[in-house]
């Protein structure tokens, strides 16, 4: 037994094990976030082409590249691979980089599930994307999956997406614990509850919605398994059960999923507008309170998605007006920010950029939602490009922009080097213009009542999708100067020094540039000014 | 800084194996079970060859996996912070596994209270039983589904009421047996707090030896409402949220009583102190946790 612990010895010491090994065994927080984001960004250019497949065939109307069963797969893996593969796990990468950094522990409570965390994750996307090339082509019933469209009608691949889907979830539930562990036992010593940044603050909570929520999505895989395979009937009324009840399990699921995807978003928010405002944060209090509020509403909202599906009046009023609650901490977020910049010695950066485009856009998307809340309205916008409109204006400048505003904030921290900050700001104009010239129009082609997830649509919106589709392919291929950008600060940018940014604050702040392998192996002393600025 | 045993730092594991081979093994379990469940449907090659070769390659992972880690906390590498670490992953896995049962209770509520009643004319979807199968009537269990032509009903329910004793209804002895059991693990638990190893001993093989009992008589009444009951996995939506809460519950007890029984190895082959013994606390809360739902589960499922 003593010849196993011997080697472990002088494991304070150790850089990086070399080669392939390093990333395969690795129980370094640095690293595996490293995977992590390397492994999203994968996803992200998957997904991004199966979007340009889709984009491509809606430029004109008619039926030019692909045939409508495979459309539908293409908005249905397109769906899943961006929700979980490529802004879910950002996140955790980012949160395996940056919380044991922020709160002054040597690395997250229990590394070998952290490996363990992400190493599912390449297996479960590998079943996933393997079913497209299965006999009956893969999932094709949309990213919500609604039964009985993916049990009764489903191709026989829905069994390895319902066991990936498993996958997924332990992967994001062993994250999740990981990351609650190392914020509740491992900050250091002086650092309270509410010195947290607000980054750890924001993964907190979205790891407390991600424990709650993922085992029901996991209860509702799991049924749709039994009703394919063992002819139980949850989801058919003949046996007395009911598809609407997908439904609503799906969706108990499904509201807490988004803020999962954008409470992180708010928190790095928060740490770059008070860096290059120069300001500390406004109301940092009612930040952390209005994150968990919203956290508290996204349990009672779900029904929003269903307003159509048919609901007792009293269920319609509740769920419209229980939505709409959730504008109130959201403006709270918002007016903080703005109050940040107020009078702030301001300076534009390209991670601010991204930060700023995110508050304005972010908020468009939070307007289009409250307009969807209004049930008598939603009748009207349900299922059409309206609804598209909304949710990627919350999702690709909303969380992918606040991700790409990090890594460009926090890069230098990471690999030692500044990126070029002229060729930031090009990747950052290049998307503002191409996602707004995706998605704007979407909201007019959905108001004039074009229906989502179609492969063909009627003349009148064929002036719309063609502007969207011009600006999917800007926005597009202007990642892969992010990718290029980003390499090229990691081989041979300048070097960074350890504070990196004049108006930053934090305890990785403290480290030097890039960060030591092994970060704070004796905690360090906290004061309030270092722990949130 | 070679001092492993200095209780100021927080011990990081070195780079292993472990977990990629475990999620390897993982992959290869549920790619061979997808595979031999679409033989069954569809035919075609079944899987069960690389699924068992997967749960091998993932229980002997698993095994060496925990060894090392209690080898690890033997050599005196984990402080009490790291204790704690452990104390908040059970937890919060607990937590976990409550919301998948939520999922499946959630599942039996809104069946049972609203679509059977929705189906049998009442509340504001009366249309729906006009028009869809206008015979079909709400009552609990559901004993003729609404096209029993697609889903054979079951032949008799195995709700208490259709029983009248209390003694002579099997799941009420089940329910004994586990409630027993769960004050049998911690008197286990609180003898080893005193120091007391048989004490432990003893009571955990009480413990473990309740839990298959409990097992074995599940098995037995699943056997008997599949052979003379009429009740299955395909006689509508009394079976399908019957077996689906029964048997993850069971499945979940035949984990817990896996878990404890690796910790009744472990105490017999000496492990665990007056001080020191979470693997044994873990498993117990684990047991705890199995112990409640079944209670859930047979007021919701066999009494009301
Ligand atoms: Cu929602």
Same mark, same amino acid.
């Given at each position: 037994m003593s010849a196993v612990i011997e080697s472990h010895d002088d494991h304070h010491d150790h850089g990086p094990a070399k080669g392939l090994a390093r990333w395969l065994f690795t129980t370094n927080h640095k690293d595996i976030g490293t995977l992590y984001l390397w492994f999203s960004f994968a996803m992200l250019l998957i997904g991004g082409t199966m979007a340009l497949i889709i984009r491509a065939e809606l430029f004109q109307p008619g039926l030019q590249f692909v045939n409508p069963e495979f459309f539908n797969q293409m908005t249905t893996n397109h769906g899943l691979i961006m929700v979980f593969g490529a802004i879910m796990p950002a996140f955790v990468g980012l949160a395996n980089w940056l919380v044991p950094m922020m709160v002054g522990a &040597? *690395?997250? $409570?229990?590394p070998r599930m952290n490996n363990l965390s992400f190493w599912i994750l390449p297996f479960a996307f590998g079943m996933m994307i393997s079913t497209l090339f299965m006999e009956g082509g893969g999932p094709n019933f949309g990213w919500t999956f609604y039964a009985p469209l993916s049990t009764t009608y489903a191709p026989d691949s829905v069994t390895f997406f319902i066991f990936a889907v498993h996958m997924m979830g332990a992967s994001s539930i062993m994250g999740s614990i990981n990351i609650i562990a190392t914020i509740l036992n491992m900050? $250091? &010593? #002086?650092?309270?509850l509410m010195q947290m940044p607000l980054f750890v603050w924001t993964w907190l909570i979205t790891a407390y919605l991600l424990i709650a929520v993922m085992p029901v999505l996991a209860g509702a895989v799991t049924m749709m398994l039994f009703d394919i395979h063992f002819g139980t009937s949850f989801f058919n009324a003949a046996g007395g #059960? *009911? &598809?609407?009840m997908f439904q609503h399990i799906f969706w108990f699921f499904g509201h807490p999923e988004v803020y999962i995807m954008i409470l992180p978003a708010f928190g790095i928010v928060s740490h770059i507008i008070p860096t290059f405002a120069r300001k500390q944060l406004f109301g940092y209090d009612s930040m952390v309170y209005a994150v968990a509020s919203i956290a508290f509403l996204s349990f009672i909202v779900w029904a929003h998605h269903m307003f159509t599906v048919g609901m007792p009046l009293a269920g319609q009023l509740f769920f419209m007006y229980a939505t709409m609650l959730i504008a109130i901490p959201t403006g709270v977020k918002v007016f903080n920010w703005i109050s940040t910049m107020w009078r702030g010695s301001m300076t534009f950066e390209t991670p601010m950029l991204f930060a700023i485009a995110f508050v304005v856009l972010f908020t468009i998307g939070g307007f289009s939602g409250l307009m969807l809340a209004i049930t008598p309205a939603d009748y009207q916008y349900h299922d059409t490009y309206f609804v598209v409109a909304h949710f990627h204006y919350v999702l690709v400048p909303g969380a992918l922009f606040s991700i790409i505003a990090a890594v460009y904030y926090w890069l230098p921290k990471w690999c030692g080097n500044m990126y070029d900050e002229r060729l930031g700001k090009l990747h950052f104009w290049l998307s503002f213009i191409g996602v707004n010239v995706t998605f704007f129009p979407q909201h007019f082609s959905g108001l004039a009542g074009m229906p989502r997830r179609i492969p063909d649509y009627a003349l009148q919106f064929a002036d719309f999708n063609m502007i969207s589709s011009v600006g999917a392919f800007i926005f597009g291929f202007s990642q892969l100067l992010f990718m290029y950008v980003v390499i090229h600060a990691i081989r041979s940018g300048k070097q960074a020094t350890g504070r990196v940014w004049e108006g930053a604050h934090g305890l990785e702040w403290t480290l030097p540039s890039p960060a030591p392998y092994h970060s704070f192996t004796h905690p360090p002393k906290v004061t309030a000014a270092d722990a949130h600025g | 800084m070679s001092n492993s045993n200095d209780q100021s730092v927080y011990y990081v594991p070195h780079d292993g194996w472990y977990p990629v081979v475990l999620a390897a093994g993982l992959f290869f379990m549920v790619f061979g079970l997808g595979d031999a469940l679409n033989a069954m449907k569809s035919g075609g090659d079944p899987g069960w060859v690389m699924s068992a070769l997967g749960f091998s390659l993932f229980a002997v992972v698993l095994y060496f996996w925990f060894a090392k880690v209690i080898a690890e906390n033997h050599a005196g590498l984990n402080n009490a912070q790291v204790k704690r670490s452990y104390v908040w992953g059970m937890g919060w896995f607990i937590f976990s596994e409550v919301m998948f049962f939520a999922a499946f209770f959630g599942a039996l509520f809104y069946t049972r209270v609203l679509v059977v009643s929705w189906l049998g004319g009442d509340g504001g979807k009366a249309m729906t039983g006009d028009y869809l199968w206008p015979e079909f009537e709400n009552t609990w +269990?559901?004993?003729?589904?609404?096209d029993n032509a697609v889903f054979t009903p +079951?032949? %008799?329910?195995? %709700?208490l009421k259709s029983f009248g004793s209390l003694f002579t209804y099997l799941p009420f002895w089940n329910t004994v047996i586990l409630v027993a059991s769960s004050f049998t693990v911690h008197w286990a638990h609180s003898a080893i707090k005193k120091g007391n190893r048989s004490g432990l001993v003893s009571w955990l093989a009480l413990t473990v030896a309740l839990g298959f009992l409990f097992v074995f008589l599940q098995g037995y009444e699943y056997w008997e409402l599949y052979t003379h009951y009429g009740l299955t996995l395909d006689s509508g939506i009394y079976g399908s949220t019957f077996f689906i809460l029964t048997g993850f519950h069971g499945f979940h007890v035949t984990l817990g009583a896996v878990i404890l029984l690796v910790q009744l190895i472990r105490a017999i082959r000496g492990h665990f102190t007056a001080t020191d013994q979470f693997g044994l606390e873990a498993g117990s809360w684990y047991w705890h946790f199995v112990d409640v739902v079944w209670i859930c589960l047979f007021f919701l499922v066999y009494i009301v």
């Amino acid at each position: 037994m003593s010849a196993v612990i011997e080697s472990h010895d002088d494991h304070h010491d150790h850089g990086p094990a070399k080669g392939l090994a390093r990333w395969l065994f690795t129980t370094n927080h640095k690293d595996i976030g490293t995977l992590y984001l390397w492994f999203s960004f994968a996803m992200l250019l998957i997904g991004g082409t199966m979007a340009l497949i889709i984009r491509a065939e809606l430029f004109q109307p008619g039926l030019q590249f692909v045939n409508p069963e495979f459309f539908n797969q293409m908005t249905t893996n397109h769906g899943l691979i961006m929700v979980f593969g490529a802004i879910m796990p950002a996140f955790v990468g980012l949160a395996n980089w940056l919380v044991p950094m922020m709160v002054g522990a &040597p *690395d997250m $409570a229990l590394p070998r599930m952290n490996n363990l965390s992400f190493w599912i994750l390449p297996f479960a996307f590998g079943m996933m994307i393997s079913t497209l090339f299965m006999e009956g082509g893969g999932p094709n019933f949309g990213w919500t999956f609604y039964a009985p469209l993916s049990t009764t009608y489903a191709p026989d691949s829905v069994t390895f997406f319902i066991f990936a889907v498993h996958m997924m979830g332990a992967s994001s539930i062993m994250g999740s614990i990981n990351i609650i562990a190392t914020i509740l036992n491992m900050r $250091a &010593p #002086g650092m309270t509850l509410m010195q947290m940044p607000l980054f750890v603050w924001t993964w907190l909570i979205t790891a407390y919605l991600l424990i709650a929520v993922m085992p029901v999505l996991a209860g509702a895989v799991t049924m749709m398994l039994f009703d394919i395979h063992f002819g139980t009937s949850f989801f058919n009324a003949a046996g007395g #059960g *009911d &598809p609407v009840m997908f439904q609503h399990i799906f969706w108990f699921f499904g509201h807490p999923e988004v803020y999962i995807m954008i409470l992180p978003a708010f928190g790095i928010v928060s740490h770059i507008i008070p860096t290059f405002a120069r300001k500390q944060l406004f109301g940092y209090d009612s930040m952390v309170y209005a994150v968990a509020s919203i956290a508290f509403l996204s349990f009672i909202v779900w029904a929003h998605h269903m307003f159509t599906v048919g609901m007792p009046l009293a269920g319609q009023l509740f769920f419209m007006y229980a939505t709409m609650l959730i504008a109130i901490p959201t403006g709270v977020k918002v007016f903080n920010w703005i109050s940040t910049m107020w009078r702030g010695s301001m300076t534009f950066e390209t991670p601010m950029l991204f930060a700023i485009a995110f508050v304005v856009l972010f908020t468009i998307g939070g307007f289009s939602g409250l307009m969807l809340a209004i049930t008598p309205a939603d009748y009207q916008y349900h299922d059409t490009y309206f609804v598209v409109a909304h949710f990627h204006y919350v999702l690709v400048p909303g969380a992918l922009f606040s991700i790409i505003a990090a890594v460009y904030y926090w890069l230098p921290k990471w690999c030692g080097n500044m990126y070029d900050e002229r060729l930031g700001k090009l990747h950052f104009w290049l998307s503002f213009i191409g996602v707004n010239v995706t998605f704007f129009p979407q909201h007019f082609s959905g108001l004039a009542g074009m229906p989502r997830r179609i492969p063909d649509y009627a003349l009148q919106f064929a002036d719309f999708n063609m502007i969207s589709s011009v600006g999917a392919f800007i926005f597009g291929f202007s990642q892969l100067l992010f990718m290029y950008v980003v390499i090229h600060a990691i081989r041979s940018g300048k070097q960074a020094t350890g504070r990196v940014w004049e108006g930053a604050h934090g305890l990785e702040w403290t480290l030097p540039s890039p960060a030591p392998y092994h970060s704070f192996t004796h905690p360090p002393k906290v004061t309030a000014a270092d722990a949130h600025g | 800084m070679s001092n492993s045993n200095d209780q100021s730092v927080y011990y990081v594991p070195h780079d292993g194996w472990y977990p990629v081979v475990l999620a390897a093994g993982l992959f290869f379990m549920v790619f061979g079970l997808g595979d031999a469940l679409n033989a069954m449907k569809s035919g075609g090659d079944p899987g069960w060859v690389m699924s068992a070769l997967g749960f091998s390659l993932f229980a002997v992972v698993l095994y060496f996996w925990f060894a090392k880690v209690i080898a690890e906390n033997h050599a005196g590498l984990n402080n009490a912070q790291v204790k704690r670490s452990y104390v908040w992953g059970m937890g919060w896995f607990i937590f976990s596994e409550v919301m998948f049962f939520a999922a499946f209770f959630g599942a039996l509520f809104y069946t049972r209270v609203l679509v059977v009643s929705w189906l049998g004319g009442d509340g504001g979807k009366a249309m729906t039983g006009d028009y869809l199968w206008p015979e079909f009537e709400n009552t609990w +269990p559901v004993m003729d589904n609404p096209d029993n032509a697609v889903f054979t009903p +079951p032949e %008799q329910s195995i %709700q208490l009421k259709s029983f009248g004793s209390l003694f002579t209804y099997l799941p009420f002895w089940n329910t004994v047996i586990l409630v027993a059991s769960s004050f049998t693990v911690h008197w286990a638990h609180s003898a080893i707090k005193k120091g007391n190893r048989s004490g432990l001993v003893s009571w955990l093989a009480l413990t473990v030896a309740l839990g298959f009992l409990f097992v074995f008589l599940q098995g037995y009444e699943y056997w008997e409402l599949y052979t003379h009951y009429g009740l299955t996995l395909d006689s509508g939506i009394y079976g399908s949220t019957f077996f689906i809460l029964t048997g993850f519950h069971g499945f979940h007890v035949t984990l817990g009583a896996v878990i404890l029984l690796v910790q009744l190895i472990r105490a017999i082959r000496g492990h665990f102190t007056a001080t020191d013994q979470f693997g044994l606390e873990a498993g117990s809360w684990y047991w705890h946790f199995v112990d409640v739902v079944w209670i859930c589960l047979f007021f919701l499922v066999y009494i009301v």
